[in-house]
């Protein structure tokens, strides 16, 4: 059994693609995150630390954490892939469905720490892993939106097939892509099939940041299940 780390982002697809980690067989040690310069929030969805350390604690998988800058990202994601080697991880598991250009950072990052990249999502159909993802019983909500496409309102609403039918609707008149793979929506996933807790949100504020809706998660618990 190949020990793995997850790219986790804290959204569905790294969620999703941990899963499907597990049910493959592999044994996945860690979940990796990086942080902004000072640590305080995540790249992208925008996450405490505190919020993700409630996350690993919900899924009982350890949680790594480093601050990097967007100019040394790929150097400081590599030296944690080295670090993570030393506990005898052999391999990556990333959440990527079909952006060549990810999907080549991926390999390449992979290739020069010499470990073997596991992408259990690629060139699946991105409504059909939407779907697989309400059906396994995973709860997600909405917590960065795309202003030009999603108003603030959608900022805290759950991911279930309403809004799938919702963007269905609207790919017939706009370029999206229904996983958000470009950045039209982020989500946190609270509960699901490898949470053993649930993920409680309780204080949050909205914000908006460079054309982007945030939903900025200030506290936040764990519920037994």
């Not at 990810?102 to 073997?116: G, K, Y």
């Not at 370029?175 to 989500?187: L, M, N, Q, R, V």
Request: charged residues 30%; contains cysteine; hydrophobic residues 40%.
């Amino acid at each position: 059994m190949q020990r793995v780390f997850v790219s986790w982002s804290g959204g569905k697809d790294s969620c999703l693609a941990c899963y499907q980690a597990v049910r493959d067989g592999l044994d996945v040690g860690y979940l990796v995150n990086m942080m902004d310069e000072d640590g305080t929030w995540s790249w992208i969805h925008r996450f405490s630390g505190e919020l993700l350390d409630k996350q690993s604690q919900a899924v009982g998988i350890p949680l790594v954490r480093r601050p990097s800058t967007m100019p040394t990202y790929e150097s400081d994601f590599k030296n944690v892939i080295l670090e993570l080697k030393k506990d005898g991880v052999e391999g990556g598991v990333f959440g990527d469905i079909d952006l060549d250009e990810h999907r080549e950072w991926v390999e390449r990052i992979c290739r020069q720490a010499d470990i073997t990249p596991h992408l259990p999502l690629w060139g699946l159909s991105q409504e059909e892993l939407l779907k697989d993802f309400l059906a396994l019983g995973f709860e997600a909500i909405i917590v960065v939106t795309k202003a030009d496409l999603f108003g603030e309102e959608w900022l805290g609403r759950k991911v279930d097939m309403d809004f799938l039918a919702y963007l269905s609707e609207m790919a017939k008149t706009k370029e999206i892509t229904p996983s958000g793979e470009a950045g039209e929506y982020h989500t946190i996933v609270i509960d699901g099939p490898i949470f053993k807790q649930r993920v409680e949100i309780l204080q949050t504020e909205n914000k908006f940041n460079n054309g982007y809706w945030f939903l900025e998660i200030q506290k936040s618990g764990l519920k037994d299940k």
